[in-house]
């Protein structure tokens, strides 16, 4: 089974601090996510990286960054964190679709950040 | 990347069949069409996938008409666990493609 791993399903941090969310995937996909939910607006794309050191912003990249050092991790990172970065915070990896292989993202559990 | 349109929210009850529509006016030529599931607390699952014409898997169907500027998402018979909210992707096939998510279309199913 694919395997799309957080490394925390809640965390809470203080404003002002600089948080690591990490992400790691098993199956060797080039694709990978950070999205933020939010009660009633579904899905926002942060950052999609397609390839180690190759980052794209998404729709909402103010206030992060994110890391690919290695093909397997990708890490989101909240420079100083502020209460409006409260949210579920989900990870995703996806393949290069190809013979015998559909394009379909998988999920993480989520990491419920809390900025206080 | 095509913008697509859902409705807000269906309700149904068990047994019934849903069709959730989804317009994309301006899908390109190379766009593939992919709707997710997903439960409360949990991230999007993958239902289905397709280009043209009429797909069906062990769980949904997707039917796209010939000019692709829409396609719908039937659930036979569904039941209370079919609960979630749907969402549904145009981009192209190939690597670079954002996965971008609207707002989804939330089903709930009654007793």
């Known amino acids: 089974d694919v395997k799309v791993t957080q490394s925390s399903r809640y965390l809470v941090k203080r404003t002002g601090e600089k948080v690591f969310l990490e992400c790691v995937q098993d199956?060797?996909?080039?694709?990978m996510f950070w999205y933020r939910q939010d009660p009633g607006l579904g899905l926002r794309l942060i950052y999609f990286?397609?390839?180690?050191?190759?980052?794209e912003k998404g729709d909402i990249p103010e206030g992060y960054s994110v890391s690919r050092e290695k093909k397997e991790r990708f890490s989101l990172i909240l420079e100083s964190a502020s209460t409006n970065q409260t949210s579920m915070y989900l990870c995703?990896?996806?393949?290069?679709?190809?013979?015998?292989?559909?394009?379909?993202?998988?999920f993480g559990q989520g990491t419920r950040l809390t900025v206080v | 990347l095509a913008k697509t349109t859902q409705p807000i929210s269906m309700d149904s009850y068990e047994g019934q069949e849903v069709n959730i529509t989804c317009s994309h006016n301006?899908?390109?030529?190379?766009?593939?069409i992919t709707w997710y599931q997903q439960f409360p607390s949990q991230g999007p699952r993958f239902i289905i996938q397709?280009?043209?014409t009429k797909v069906t898997n062990e769980v949904a169907s997707l039917f796209i008409p010939a000019d692709r500027k829409s396609s719908t998402l039937s659930l036979p018979r569904v039941s209370l666990s079919d609960t979630a909210v749907y969402y549904c992707?145009?981009?192209?096939?190939?690597?670079?493609?954002?996965?971008?998510f609207g707002a989804g279309t939330r089903l709930a199913v009654h007793p």
């Open positions: 995703a990896s996806s393949p290069v679709p190809g013979q015998g292989t559909r394009a379909e993202a998988f």
């Open positions: 199956m060797d996909h080039e694709n």
């Open positions: 990286s397609y390839d180690v050191k190759m980052k």
């Open positions: 301006n899908i390109a030529t190379n766009d593939y």
């Open positions: 397709g280009y043209k």
């Open positions: 992707l145009v981009g192209p096939w190939g690597g670079y493609n954002k996965l971008i």
